[in-house]
């Protein structure tokens, strides 16, 4: 199973500037067919593999829900009966205070892996963003469309599209890219 980024430009779109401006920005632009996927799609549009390589596993877009940060409720809940169970086993208060240490340092440590690739995440989108604003802004298009699927066969094997949504460009974020569901065309316009 692998990630490809697949996007889709309108009929009317200008593909030799269009294609210039994925080759800027490091971005493959081979046109596909993928019947599952057309039938969302306006007649005509183009339907393009932004994928240069052997495919987009790793991709930053659609790889956090937005929940990254720790649930303290759930975390205190988890300790209180942890707390519990070690007293059942007999341990001593001196045992369960040094537990409850090593516990909350550890969790500091999680919590900090998780904000750095949070971090490390919308860095990264910020290329993503720079590109959908550069093609929409160049005028060569008048909207693009990206699509994150996890393949597991080939690229016109049938896909579930869950929806298609259109995102203004003043609204785009790097926060936004790297929340995007997988199999949600998302149509990005000025």
Known sequence: MCHFITATLPKDADLKSSKEIFKLHHLG??????????????????????????????TVLASQDGGYQSDDSNSQKYKDREVEKLKKKGWSDTKIRRWLNEFEINAEKGQREEEQSHQY??????????????????????????????????LDNRIKILGKETIKLKNLT???LVEMSEDVIYDFVL
Do not use: A
């Not at 596909?32 to 393009?48: A, G, P, Q, W």
């Not at 290329?127 to 093609?135: A, K, T």
């Open 121 to 154: 995440s919308l860095t990264r989108s910020e290329d993503w963003l720079n590109f959908i604003q550069e093609i929409i802004n160049s005028k060569s298009t008048k909207r693009i469309g990206i699509l994150v699927h996890n393949y597991s066969g080939g």
């Open 174 to 176: 790097p926060q936004f």
């Open 29 to 58: 632009f081979k046109e596909i067919e993928n019947t599952s996927v057309r039938e969302h799609l306006e007649k005509d549009d183009f339907y393009i593999l932004t994928t240069k390589g052997m495919c987009d596993c790793g």
